[in-house]
């Protein structure tokens, strides 16, 4: 059976995610229900770091944290790893938080993996991967960053918004 695939939309191209919902079910049907929803348009990519990853998914063009459903459990010791084209699910210092931010590696990433069931171990739950269009992942790391909204740093200047998520 061939994964699920979702197509994010930005202002800056598309880029197609394959979904691993035998190794990350509880993530990709996470992750689902917020392309379902509509709840990715008009969010924008918040935290873009070269040489690192690219984060959005939470918040709207005016900094607005939008609001998400209940926490999804993680699942980063399924094996999948934080390597280049993976996508990930963010969350804060507590394992178990993430909702609807997720983030694309642009490098390999092994800092991030599951090295253990504790707080410094868990890791970040690897759900996807994108297989086209990591040419404008690319430009989106690559763009100019610095202080917006509640952030000091690592904001694109030029805003990069989802303008549409959807099944492929």
């Known amino acids: 059976m061939a994964p699920t695939t979702v197509v994010i939309d930005t202002s800056l191209g598309s880029f197609t995610i394959a979904l691993d919902s035998e190794r990350a079910p509880k993530s990709v049907a996470n992750f689902l229900s917020y392309v379902d929803s509509g709840h990715f348009t008009g969010t924008i990519f918040h935290r873009v770091i070269d040489g690192f990853m690219t984060q959005g998914g939470g918040y709207t063009e ?3 944290r939008k609001p998400t459903s ?3 459990e993680n ?5 999948l790893k934080n390597l280049r084209g993976t996508v990930a699910m963010a969350r804060t210092s507590d394992p178990h938080s993430a909702t609807a931010q997720f983030f694309i590696n642009v490098k390999d990433n092994a800092s991030l993996d599951h090295k253990g069931k504790n707080d410094s171990g868990w890791g970040y739950t690897v759900f996807g991967q994108v297989t086209v269009g990591m040419d404008i992942v690319d430009r989106i790391k690559s763009v100019k960053t610095g202080a917006a909204g509640p952030f000091t740093k690592d904001a694109p200047i030029e805003p990069i918004v989802i303008t549409g998520a ?3």
């Open 62 to 64: 005016s900094y607005d």
């Open 75 to 79: 699942e980063a010791d399924n094996g």
């Open 166 to 168: 959807r099944r492929g």
């Open 70 to 72: 209940a926490p999804v």
